[in-house]
């Protein structure tokens, strides 16, 4: 079966903190995805990589970077993490071909006190 | 700007009845066309995926017609039961990269006993 995991399922963090959040998958996958799921706003791609060292910003990467050193693992990372940064996180992987699906983790609820 | 456009945003119907989601999409190159569910807690997960060679593709209760004349696909279910009360995405690759997954913006649907 194949999987996407994301560390942690809940988090609780605090303002400024700096903030890792981890995703690994099992499928040798070249592309992974972190998007963040707010209510009313669907699902918003926050970064991209398609290769090990290689990313792309995707429409709200403010606030955010990402690491990518192996081919497995995907980390996003909140330099110094803010309240209205609360939200859903999710990852997901996929082949490199466009016409793919996508499978996701089950998520992080990310919380900023 | 998003190349994916997602009606409605809410859909109640009652259990027994169809329910009918609809997408449309800017790219004319896109050639896949996927449905995601995503359940309460969990992430969202790939329940049907038509390509542009076919006009209609069913599963059981769940269809999806493409038209791509009009740039629009729709996600058809029949005969509603509860476990179909979720969140539902279209999907579809971003014009400006060909790797690049972009969601609509979600339908929720809810089934009434």
């Known amino acids: 079966d194949v999987k996407v995991t994301q560390s942690s399922r809940y988090l609780v963090k605090r303002t400024g903190e700096k903030v890792f959040l981890e995703c690994v998958q099992d499928?040798?996958?070249?592309?992974m995805f972190w998007y963040r799921q707010d209510p009313g706003l669907g699902l918003r791609l926050i970064y991209f990589?398609?290769?090990?060292?290689?990313?792309e910003k995707g429409d709200i990467p403010e606030g955010y970077s990402v690491s990518r050193e192996k081919k497995e693992r995907f980390s996003l990372i909140l330099e110094s993490a803010s309240t209205n940064q609360t939200s859903m996180y999710l990852c997901?992987?996929?082949?490199?071909?466009?016409?793919?699906?996508?499978?996701f983790g089950q998520g992080t609820r990310l919380t900023v006190v | 700007g998003e190349n994916v456009e997602q009606h409605p945003s809410t859909l109640s119907v009652q259990e027994g009845d169809s329910a009918v989601i609809k997408c449309t999409y800017s790219?004319?190159?896109?050639?896949?066309f996927p449905w995601y569910k995503q359940e309460l807690g969990k992430g969202p997960q790939l329940i049907i995926d038509?390509?542009?060679?076919?006009g209609e593709k069913k599963d059981q209760r769940i269809a999806v017609t493409l038209n791509k004349t009009a740039k629009h696909f729709s996600l058809h279910i029949t005969e509603t039961q509860p476990e179909d009360s979720a969140v539902y995405f279209c999907?579809?690759?971003?014009?400006?990269?060909?790797?690049?997954?972009?969601f609509g913006s979600g339908t929720r649907l809810s089934i009434r006993p």
């Open positions: 790219d004319s190159a896109s050639n896949y």
């Open positions: 038509i390509r542009s060679n076919v």
């Open positions: 997901a992987s996929s082949a490199p071909d466009r016409s793919t699906e996508a499978f």
């Open positions: 990589s398609y290769d090990v060292k290689m990313k």
């Open positions: 499928m040798d996958h070249e592309n």
């Open positions: 999907a579809g690759p971003r014009e400006s990269s060909a790797s690049k997954i972009i």
